[in-house]
């Protein structure tokens, strides 16, 4: 289970992302940012943040701790924003926060030497969970204290949003044409032989046995929360079995963008240059 903490304080909005994440200081002195169950995009979206950040943590790849926040919505009263007091007012009981790491910067490849071995762990893994949220206009990685860390798993794992077409997930080709680590001449060969074997049953379980129960709770088609992380678990376990499906689209995108030379400018106006229109 992810370590529970009690929300003290609420100190700033972070308006990079559209569910509007906050700033919030704890009662173990520690400083989160809380991603909200009262958020429009709802409960899953914090479920998705926990299977795949615990996964990819098991897997040895760099993600800052995830705790369950605690929430009083009362420490909104004071907020001058109406869109924050609604958003905590919506969101009382437990919420999901990231450890803060103050003052991480954005991870651009530009500017931060990303290896091959690096680039093709996290390349391989977000066509696992199916990321389409590490992109050229969003890297969701930071760079701090000399080590990258890879943050914002919402967008992943989107079978559990229609749980009836979840096998078609399995086998879908992953788009890897504006990854942001594609020009890093991602080594996918090395990421599949070391991460393959970690993703085990034991892991996925464990990923999912992170979440708690009340988000899991009243899922049509099951019976309870636990038949939900079982299902996450068949879902993980047979994508990573049906990688001849989606490995090799994977490593044509990652083989053209090489050719191209270097790893692209992640930052300006408009489309990158190696993106066909």
Request: aromatic content about 8%; some cysteine.
């Amino acid at each position: 289970m992810l370590r529970h903490v009690t929300a003290t304080r609420y100190v700033t909005p972070l308006r990079e992302g559209g569910s509007l994440p906050g700033l919030m200081e704890a009662d173990d002195l520690g400083t989160y940012v809380v991603k909200f169950i009262g958020a429009g995009q709802g409960r899953k979206v914090l479920v998705a943040e926990i299977v795949t950040g615990e996964l990819a943590r098991g897997l040895g790849l760099p993600v800052p701790e995830l705790v369950t926040v605690e929430l009083d919505p009362a420490l909104g009263a004071a907020e001058p924003d109406q869109e924050v007091q609604e958003l905590l007012k919506a969101s009382p009981g437990l919420n999901l926060g990231m450890d803060f790491l103050p003052g991480a910067l954005d991870l651009d490849p530009v500017a931060f030497g990303v290896d091959p071995e690096f680039a093709g762990r996290v390349l391989w893994f977000d066509a696992l969970v199916g990321n389409v949220d590490r992109s050229w206009r969003n890297t969701n990685m930071l760079f701090w204290q000399g080590a990258p860390y890879l943050i914002d798993h919402g967008a992943t794992l989107t079978f559990q949003h229609a749980w009836s077409g979840a096998q078609a997930w399995v086998e879908r080709p992953y788009d890897a044409a504006d990854h942001v680590l594609l020009g890093c001449a991602p080594d996918l060969d090395a990421a599949d032989a070391a991460l393959a074997p970690l993703v085990t049953p034991e892991a996925v379980r464990a990923a999912a046995a992170a979440v708690p129960d009340a988000w899991l709770a009243d899922e049509p088609g099951f019976d309870d929360p636990d038949e939900v992380r079982a299902a996450f678990g068949t879902q993980l376990l047979a994508r990573r079995d049906a990688r001849d499906a989606w490995l090799p689209g994977v490593r044509a995108a990652a083989a053209e963008r090489t050719a191209v030379g270097g790893p692209p400018a992640t930052r300006g106006p408009g489309r990158p240059f190696w993106v066909r229109t």
